[in-house]
């Protein structure tokens, strides 16, 4: 059962700043649009782009974050490469993120722990690793 959120929507755009930004600190260049499957368009070294899906969620609840990491209003199904390349889950209250290519998940609903948002330095090699692993599928 997947609980309504009562500010959903400006949860959902705060993470995409969120998610923005900390691309951009890494040196990629983003933009954000308006499309189904994905929110973010971001280009990589090679100014190939990579469609980026943005999760977000405001606090931990026992010590993890919980993600909606599945599309649709009703009928939910699990995020895929026909959605979007990378994931990028945001801890609101943190202001950090985890940065997954889209085949890594698994369920519907993926919960992590606070320990994921706060490995020093992790963003940028996360970021390389989703990155990466999203071309190498394409080739």
Same mark, same amino acid.
């Given at each position: 059962?997947?609980?309504?959120?009562?500010?959903?929507?400006?949860?959902?755009?705060?993470?995409?700043?969120?998610?923005?930004?900390?691309?951009? $600190?890494?040196? *990629? &260049?983003? #933009?954000?649009?308006?499309?189904?499957?994905?929110?973010? @368009?971001?280009?990589?070294? =090679?100014?190939?782009?990579?469609?980026?899906?943005?999760?977000?969620?405001?606090?931990?609840? $026992?010590?993890? *974050? &919980?993600? #909606?990491?599945?599309?649709?209003?009703?009928?939910?199904? @699990?995020?895929?490469?026909? =959605?979007?390349?990378?994931?990028?889950?945001?801890?609101?209250?943190?202001?950090?993120?985890?940065?997954?290519?889209?085949?890594?998940?698994?369920?519907?609903?993926?919960?992590?722990?606070?320990?994921?948002?706060?490995?020093?330095?992790?963003?940028?090699?996360?970021?390389?690793?989703?990155?990466?692993?999203?071309?190498?599928?394409?080739?």
């Amino acid at each position: 059962m997947y609980k309504t959120v009562r500010n959903a929507v400006q949860i959902g755009r705060i993470g995409e700043l969120i998610a923005q930004a900390v691309l951009e $600190e890494n040196g *990629y &260049k983003t #933009a954000r649009v308006n499309h189904e499957g994905f929110d973010l @368009l971001m280009f990589d070294d =090679d100014g190939l782009p990579v469609k980026v899906e943005v999760k977000s969620s405001s606090r931990a609840y $026992e010590k993890s *974050y &919980k993600f #909606a990491t599945a599309s649709g209003s009703k009928n939910k199904k @699990l995020l895929s490469p026909n =959605d979007c390349d990378i994931v990028v889950m945001v801890a609101l209250d943190l202001r950090r993120i985890v940065v997954r290519d889209v085949t890594e998940l698994k369920h519907k609903r993926t919960s992590l722990g606070t320990c994921h948002f706060l490995d020093s330095g992790s963003e940028a090699t996360q970021i390389r690793k989703a990155v990466q692993k999203y071309r190498s599928r394409k080739c």
